[in-house]
């Protein structure tokens, strides 16, 4: 029933990825978003990762909740349903697309707001789940689109535009991830295209839920001084942990990489993480060494950044379920229909 | 008028005027007891034993569960209702009462009906003060007996429930070998348990054969009135239809009294759709966080085209409300169960009560209207469940199959499910890989044949169906708009929508009677004790046409039937007369035709609320 669809004419700087496709065949619509917005950056880094990744656009469903954030997956892959839900609720939506047609890669994007406010139990609940799917969380510490409030990722004594400082504690997801078990986590800069593409590579390979937390500076009501989550502020205090480069077997290149440094991590497709240890103690596979690291850099006033946490083998939604492979959606009637005998038969019981 | 004329299920009952005051001589087949014991103490069994081997024995019977949102130690009851004419409706009139739970001896006694009878566990004395010299009273040492055969807390306390049951058999003749069956094939398993249950029916049973004159006026006699029937509740019934009607992903969030529709949904799926080979399920339960997320599953199941749905109550509702709207304006099917209990707040969770309808009528904010179905009973929660779907698909909108606790939990004497093997589902406009193709340009929100629904397309099918669906103004292009004509297009175009799904959900069924001028009409679970008090007025000389309403948005023949009639009276079991609303709202009936009788105490509905009602108000009201 799927098809691809042809690709129109190209500039010839855009080159074609195995399916034929350019990176424009991958953009959405026009933004709507201010000037300058780290979320129009994280966009860009998805349209690159998926045409690397040769993602077949309208295989794909795109959801998100309200926001800034959760209106960009109006910008990237036109060819794929997109799906703009409720304030903080689109990890249930995700839910129920994932159960009815599990052959759909699902790109979730949502903010700070809409993840770790009215959100946080949706989000916490798709981690245990291990729905299989790609979060990226836009996180700018405030509430953009209803102009500038404190987000709960804020830091304690961060500004905001009017002034009033934030005394109450953030809530990292991070850390939250990692403490509910989930099996693909990961930190990222929205100006960092280097970093965040392969790790939005990786993380669209993920046999479960990948929560890629991207620190995406708002323009408009948080980069300024005084604010934690500006572009000034984070590129100072990024703190590289394990770089990651995603390596699809079709391209893989290894010379780059010299042996020793690098720690190599099969994915279940087959295909190969590598990480680069900046701390040569660094395990992204060991759970609470990826806590203790967070913690520590966090405590250094800086931002640990890269894949922090990876666990392959569990088992995601549907292995938990014994889903049957085949899409629920398509299945034929005739297969989820018992007939008029088993319902006679169980009449007889009853009588 | 479209409404469905139906025959009468039941003839009129020859005890009809026989029935309230009671005659002389034996009452067979046709009297009503409940038990009063303690939750938690294992009477369910025992009682649900009663209600089968009356069944068995080919008389109709109904049982209500009356039962305390608790888990251990407080009062619950169990009423049996025995009609020969097949009235299902509760019943307030007790013949005789078993007294199990000395906390409610009091009350207990006082609702005994004069003449009739109060089994009692003698091993105590019963306090003087509660004897009445209008009740017979029949003490059994059921607790001294249990103790002196049987050993262990557990067991003597179990057994005593079984010993009640014994004694009563004895009392009403209801058939020993009937009830032992009933037993052998409970604990098929465990002849243990087989023996133990014997000896305690008997210790009852035969206490009483000695000690009283058996049987009591009150008895049973065998019918073959129950044939071609079967006893069973209205969600696992709703369930069974989810599976007929190729549901394959549930999501829920536990709450009484919708929580036995997942649970049997579960256990047939378990059944019907597990690959014997591989194991593998060919259907996705989802239990989730809250009832907020359970109607996204919904939705975002339902987008990708799978045919979903969500079993809750009230609160339920309340929590759903933004998903709701969602649903309803960006066109996504969705089938809500909602099992009414008694609101508002966490209310009584464990009683009945139709407070839901003008909620889910209008559920969420903004210009919204929803397709709901109300099944009358346990049949039609299976075939509106199976319906429900396909409203679903074909109005790409929110339908909600709206029972209550009564129907959904109690054992109702229904015909015989029974299904079509050529039934096959209406998916509605669903655009395929092919069409999309041959389709200059694919427009979500176009209706190009004038019923109000666009054909749709689903995620991962085909590129050119791709579009975007939001909760925020769009064109029926699906582009985000602001623009107050666009807006409008969409919006009125739901509303054309609604008025076709208001020809194809259920028609009201409408029964005539000769001579009516009055009618009265009712929904749900107030059909049992409408019917039954409409055969009684009319032999009062107060004959009264009635109306069903089975569906919503409203069947014209709705406003058709309110409008020739000048009384009509709206029975309903809410504090605010919510049908009588909807239907002014829906109709424009001038209010003052419509008169309400309201019964919210949390209990069924009798046939007596509805007569009293009845009468009271033609009382007042000069003709
Ligand atoms: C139920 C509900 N409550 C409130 C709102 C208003 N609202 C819209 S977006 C938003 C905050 C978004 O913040 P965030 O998720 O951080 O996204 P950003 O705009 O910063 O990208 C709020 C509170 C809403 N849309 N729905
Ligand atoms: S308000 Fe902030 S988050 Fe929203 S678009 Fe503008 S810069 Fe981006």
């Known amino acids: 029933m799927t098809s691809i669809a042809k690709p129109p004419v190209r500039h010839p700087a855009l080159h074609p990825n195995a399916l034929g496709l350019t990176r424009r065949d991958y953009e959405g619509a026009m933004s709507t978003l201010c000037a300058g917005c780290g979320h129009d950056s994280v966009t860009a880094a998805i349209v690159q990762a998926c045409h690397e990744l040769d993602v077949v656009p309208h295989r794909v469903a795109k959801l998100s909740g309200i926001g800034c954030s959760s209106k960009t997956t109006a910008y990237f892959l036109r060819q794929a349903h997109g799906f703009n839900s409720v304030h903080g609720r689109m990890p249930a939506v995700a839910t129920g697309v994932s159960a009815a047609n599990r052959e759909l890669a699902i790109i979730g994007v949502s903010g700070d707001g809409d993840s770790l406010s009215i959100g946080l139990g949706q989000l916490c609940h798709a981690i245990r789940r291990n729905v299989r799917m790609l979060y990226v969380l836009e996180n700018n510490g405030v509430y953009g689109l209803t102009k500038g409030q404190f987000s709960a990722s804020a830091d304690v004594g961060s500004k905001a535009k009017r002034g009033e400082q934030n005394r109450q504690k953030p809530i990292d997801p991070v850390l939250l991830a990692l403490t509910l078990g989930a099996t693909f986590v990961a930190r990222s800069f929205s100006g960092d295209k280097a970093q965040l593409v392969p790790i939005l590579k990786a993380a669209m390979r993920h046999e479960g839920f990948a929560l890629v937390d991207v620190i995406s500076p708002c323009v408009t009501f948080n980069d300024h001084e005084g604010s934690t989550k500006s572009y000034a502020s984070t590129r100072e205090r990024q703190h590289e942990v394990a770089p990651v480069d995603f390596v699809p077997i079709t391209h893989e290149i290894r010379a780059s990489y010299a042996p020793g440094e690098a720690l190599t991590v099969p994915m279940h497709d087959g295909s190969l993480v590598r990480f680069r240890k900046l701390a040569e103690d660094y395990d992204p596979t060991d759970r609470d060494a990826a806590y203790a690291t967070v913690k520590r850099v966090h405590e250094q006033g800086e931002v640990a950044t890269g894949l922090l946490y990876l666990e392959e083998d569990a088992a995601d939604m549907h292995a938990l379920n014994h889903t049957i492979a085949a899409p629920l959606y398509d299945l034929p009637f005739e297969t989820l229909c018992p007939g008029s005998a088993a319902l006679e038969e169980l009449m007889r019981e009853l009588e | ?623």
């Open chain 2, 1 to 623: 008028m479209r409404g469905a004329r139906v025959a009468r299920l039941f003839p009129d009952p020859a005890s009809a005027n026989g029935r309230n005051g009671d005659g002389d001589g034996d009452r067979v087949n046709d009297f009503a007891f409940k038990v009063g014991t303690v939750n938690g103490t294992g009477s369910a069994s025992a009682n649900s034993l009663l209600l089968q081997s009356i069944f068995r024995m080919g008389i109709p019977v109904t049982g209500k569960n009356v039962f305390p949102s608790n888990i251990q130690g407080l009062p619950t009851w169990y009423e049996i209702r025995v009609s020969r004419d097949g009235w299902t409706a509760r019943t307030p009139d007790f013949d005789l009462i078993v007294a199990m739970n000395p906390a409610t001896h009091e009350r207990d006694i006082a609702e005994v009906r004069s003449g009739g009878w109060l089994l009692h566990d003698s091993s105590w004395p019963l306090d003087a003060s509660l004897l009445r010299d209008d009740v017979t009273f029949i003490g059994i040492p059921l607790g001294r007996m249990c103790v002196e055969a049987f050993s262990g807390g557990r067991e003597r306390t179990l057994m005593k429930n079984i010993a009640y049951a014994g004694a009563l058999a004895a009392l009403i003749d209801l058939d020993l070998d009937v009830v032992k069956d009933a037993i052998r094939a409970e604990f098929a398993k465990k002849p243990k348990s087989i023996d133990s249950n014997f000896l305690a029916l008997h210790l009852g049973y035969d206490y009483a054969k000695a000690n009283f004159a058996c049987p009591l006026p009150i008895r049973l006699e065998r019918m073959d009135a129950t044939r071609g029937h079967v006893l069973m509740d209205g969600n696992t019934a709703a369930a069974l239809g989810c599976v007929y009607a190729g549901a394959t992903v549930g999501a829920w969030y536990p709450i009484t009294p919708a929580t036995s529709l997942m649970d049997a949904f579960g256990r047939f799926c378990a059944r019907y759709r597990v690959d014997a080979g591989t194991g593998e399920r060919r259907y996705c339960i989802v239990q989730a966080e809250d009832e907020l997320a359970a109607a996204g599953v919904v939705i975002g199941a339902g987008w990708a085209g799978a045919r979903a749905f969500t079993p809750t109550a009230g609160p339920g509702i309340s929590l759903m409300g933004e998903f709701i709207g969602l649903a309803y304006y960006t066109e996504i099917p969705a089938v809500f169960f909602d099992v009414q209990r008694t609101g508002p707040s966490t209310g009584m969770p464990t009683r009945t009560q139709q407070g839901d309808l003008l909620s889910i009528a209008y559920a969420s904010h903004g210009d919204t209207k929803h397709v709901a179905l109300f099944p009358a009973d346990p049949a039609e929660c299976f075939r509106f469940a199976v319906q429900a779907f396909d409203l679903a698909e074909r109005f790409q909108t929110p339908v909600f199959v709206v029972s209550d606790l009564d129907i959904g939990m109690n054992d109702w004497m229904i015909p015989r499910l029974e299904w079509n093997d050529a039934w096959r589902p209406d998916r509605g406009e669903v655009l395929t890989a092919g069409q999309l193709q041959a389709m200059q340009r694919f427009s979500r929100y176009l209706d190009v044949d004038g019923d109000g629904v666009a054909a749709r397309s689903l995620p991962g099918v085909d590129p050119k169906g791709a579009y975007f669906t939001r909760g925020s103004g769009h064109d029926s292009h699906a582009a985000y708009t602001e623009d107050a004509d666009a807006y409008r297009e969409i919006v009125d175009r739901l509303k054309v929508k609604l008025e076709t799904a208001a020809r194809a959900v259920p028609p009201p069924e409408i029964r005539e009677r000769e001579g009516a001028e009055m009618a009265i009409v009712a929904l749900g679970g107030c059909n049992g004790a409408v019917l039954e008090a409409a055969a009684r007025l009319a032999i009062d000389g107060i004959p009264l046409d009635y109306m069903r309403i089975r569906g919503f948005p409203f069947d014209v023949a709705v406003g058709e039937f309110l409008r020739a009639h000048d009384r009509v009276f709206v029975v309903e079991q809410n504090r605010d007369g919510q049908l009588r609303s909807l239907l002014q709202l829906e109709t424009g009936i001038a209010g003052d035709r419509l008169i309400s009788i309201r019964d919210y105490g949390g209990v069924p509905l009798s046939a007596r609320a509805v007569m009293d009602g009845v009468t009271a108000q033609l009382a007042e009201v000069p003709a």
